[in-house]
């Protein structure tokens, strides 16, 4: 299955990780969304991000658990991501942690993308439930 919709996002930095030297700025943010359309909900989580003196290379990790409905389907599930941008060309990769499901959502996997478009934010889900 395949679901696409628009979300919001709030992403704010955390004080107790800063890091980094020699032009390098590492820091820790929180990562608060709410999804709209078939998944409909909320997500909460972390984020590690490196941003290197070269503009437009940088690189990220998060987690995040989606809580809410997908497709009618109640539950939760984590997302996993890893991305990594250079000249401003970004490759993203964020996949379901395997047995993270829970309710109706329980066996879930799949792999989201996100697209950015005038300053909104959109996401393309394909995923299964057995």
Same mark, same amino acid.
């Given at each position: 299955m #395949? $679901? /696409?919709?628009?979300?919001?996002?709030n992403i704010q930095p955390?004080?107790?990780?800063? =890091?980094? +030297?020699d032009g390098?700025?590492?820091g820790r943010m929180s990562?608060?969304?709410?999804?709209? =359309?078939e998944l409909s =909900? $909320?997500? +909460?989580?972390? &984020?590690?991000?490196?941003?290197?003196?070269? #503009? =437009?290379?940088?690189?990220?990790v998060a987690i995040e658990q989606v809580t809410g409905k997908l497709s009618g389907k109640e539950g939760s599930f984590v997302l996993q991501h890893y991305?990594?941008?250079?000249? #401003?060309?970004s490759n993203l990769l964020? +996949?379901? $942690?395997?047995? /993270?499901g829970?309710?109706?959502?329980?066996?879930? /996997?799949?792999? &989201?993308?996100?697209r950015i478009e005038n300053k909104q934010h959109y996401y393309d889900f394909d995923y299964e439930i057995p």
């Open positions: #395949q $679901v /696409s919709g628009k979300f919001e996002v955390l004080n107790s990780y800063t =890091g980094g +030297k390098i700025k590492a990562i608060d969304k709410i999804f709209y =359309g =909900g $909320v997500s +909460k989580g972390e &984020m590690l991000n490196v941003l290197t003196p070269i #503009q =437009g290379s940088a690189g990220y991305a990594t941008m250079n000249n #401003q060309k964020i +996949k379901v $942690v395997p047995d /993270s829970t309710g109706e959502l329980r066996g879930i /996997s799949g792999e &989201m993308n996100i």
